[in-house]
């Protein structure tokens, strides 16, 4: 069974910096694709950041870019979410996800998928 567990969600105040850890089970990294979504009130799930775990290529949004930085290690199976400089805006449930085959940074690509962690920047 395949289990993601998201750790180190909070509140911090705009211009803070928060660090989200995923812990995967029953699932390698190796070769796959793994990323963080979120999820704010009344709005649709989007991509925030995904790795192809081969070759360490990343995606960000736009509207994280620059700010947020996504990791992994292979050997353990831990990715992290470093984020600086947050914005009210990026309040929101984050959640990790991981897929076996890399390839994209949409929701539907991901099978497995973490409880969420409640993420809020207050301003």
């Known amino acids: 069974e395949v289990q993601l567990v998201e750790s180190g969600g909070g509140v911090v105040q705009a211009g803070g910096s928060l660090r989200l850890s995923c812990a995967a089970s029953?699932?390698?990294?190796?070769?796959?694709?793994i990323g963080w979504f979120r999820q704010a009130p009344g709005k649709e799930r989007e991509g925030v950041s995904c790795?192809?775990?081969?070759?360490?290529?990343?995606y960000y949004a736009d509207s994280v870019k620059g700010r947020f930085t996504i990791s992994s290690d292979n050997a353990k199976n831990t990715m992290s979410l470093q984020m600086n400089s947050l914005k009210p805006e990026d309040t929101a449930v984050y959640y990790c996800?991981?897929?076996?085959?890399?390839?994209?940074?949409?929701?539907?690509?991901?099978?497995?998928w973490g409880q969420g962690t409640q993420v809020t920047v207050s301003s």
């Open positions: 790795l192809s775990t081969s070759d360490g290529t990343t």
């Open positions: 029953g699932f390698t990294f190796d070769g796959g694709a």
């Open positions: 996800a991981a897929a076996p085959v890399e390839g994209s940074c949409h929701i539907h690509w991901y099978g497995y």
